[in-house]
């Protein structure tokens, strides 16, 4: 069973920056996708970015594009979302999803971290 877990949360202004992490406890294959969803209070789940590991593509959405980078952490079995330009309503609890779909459906993701709270202030 694969376990994945988010760090890098935390506080910041608009404007500021934040660096999520996703590590999974096993492997990742060059098959897979790694991706970020977020949901704020009240609202749906909402894509964020995804990442094709093998091949290196990468997916985002509209709200993100130019802002925010998705690629391989620094470490084995890694993948990080860093943040730049943020803004208030970028606010909510950031999920990092494993799955095998190319796909900015939560739906098709496996597995799960437990999430990390992001939020930005005006």
């Known amino acids: 069973q694969v376990q994945l877990v988010d760090t890098g949360g935390g506080s910041v202004q608009a404007g500021g920056s934040l660096r999520l992490s996703c590590t999974s406890s096993g492997r990742i294959f060059s098959s897979a996708v790694m991706a970020w969803f977020r949901q704020a209070p009240g609202k749906e789940r909402e894509f964020v970015a995804a990442f094709r590991w093998g091949a290196g593509q990468t997916l985002y959405a509209d709200s993100v594009k130019g802002r925010f980078t998705i690629a391989r952490g620094g470490a084995a079995n890694t993948a990080a979302l860093q943040m730049n330009s943020l803004k208030p309503e970028d606010t909510a609890v950031y999920y990092c999803?494993?799955?095998?779909?190319?796909?900015?459906?939560?739906?098709?993701?496996?597995?799960w971290g437990q999430g990390t709270q992001v939020t930005v202030s005006s």
């Open positions: 999803a494993a799955g095998q779909f190319y796909s900015p459906l939560w739906t098709q993701y496996a597995y």
